[in-house]
């Protein structure tokens, strides 16, 4: 079975300061893991996804996030959040063994709050 | 190209009526999914098509919703009839084989009265 987890509801942060989404992920393979970010009454908008090598992704507006196969995680961070940056965020995962099956799983979403 | 457009923006509509949702994938991508945004349940997946065929539709709550896609430019999800309870934004996606991202439009927010 294919599962995401986003473990955190909600997470404020301080302008300028690091920010973290966390996600853990569930597949019975090797995954294909994404980032979308949400802004209010908006769809959803891809930032990054891992798929295969560097395990460090770089995606849209200075994010990024580390696979880390050990830990089953893909969090995302970036380094000086911005009160733009504030949004709901959901990590999607896809298992790479299931050929012909192009559906992703997202979690939850995690709303951050970047305060000024 | 102007990514995935949906049909109306809005809609608000009395219990009993049917509801029609329409959807444009971006040109050239094969697979459309539709999906349901709600506070309670988060974004739930209801049907994907593959080449304008369904391939999974378990998400599909119970028989009034129904969906299709008769070519490869457009795609319906109805409601019928329609209940309070469907109160969500409902969204369209598409993907290329290759790419495996989903790329989302901007989505229709439907309200039952």
């Known amino acids: 079975a294919q599962s995401v987890a986003q473990p955190e509801d909600q997470v404020n942060v301080a302008e300028g300061n690091p920010l973290t989404v966390k996600c853990t992920y569930s597949v019975s393979g090797n995954p294909y893991l994404f980032w979308y970010v949400q802004y209010p009454n908006r769809g959803l908008q891809f930032l990054l996804k891992y798929i295969t090598g560097d395990n460090l992704v770089k995606g849209s507006y200075g994010f990024e996030a580390e696979f880390n196969k050990s830990q089953t995680s893909f969090h995302l961070k970036k380094p000086s959040a911005l009160v733009s940056d504030s949004a709901l965020y959901f990590c999607?995962?896809?298992?790479?063994?299931?050929?012909?099956?192009?559906?992703?799983?997202f979690g939850t979403g995690t709303r951050l709050t970047v305060i000024p | 190209d102007a990514g995935v457009i949906q049909s109306p923006r809005h809609e608000v509509t009395e219990m009993g009526q049917e509801v029609t949702l329409r959807c444009k994938p971006i040109?050239?991508?094969?697979?459309l999914f539709w999906y349901r945004q709600t506070m309670m349940r988060g974004l739930e997946l209801l049907i994907y098509f593959n080449n304008n065929v369904p391939i999974d539709d378990s998400g599909m709550p119970e028989d009034r919703f129904s969906a299709k896609m008769p070519n490869a430019s457009f795609s319906t999800l109805k409601i019928q009839p329609s209940e309070p309870r469907d109160s969500a934004v409902y969204f369209c996606?598409?993907?290329?084989?290759?790419?495996?991202?989903?790329?989302f439009g901007p989505g229709t927010r439907l309200l039952v009265l």
């Open positions: 040109s050239g991508h094969d697979y």
């Open positions: 996606a598409s993907s290329s084989v290759a790419g495996e991202t989903q790329y």
């Open positions: 999607a995962v896809r298992d790479k063994i299931k050929t012909g099956a192009n559906n992703l799983f």
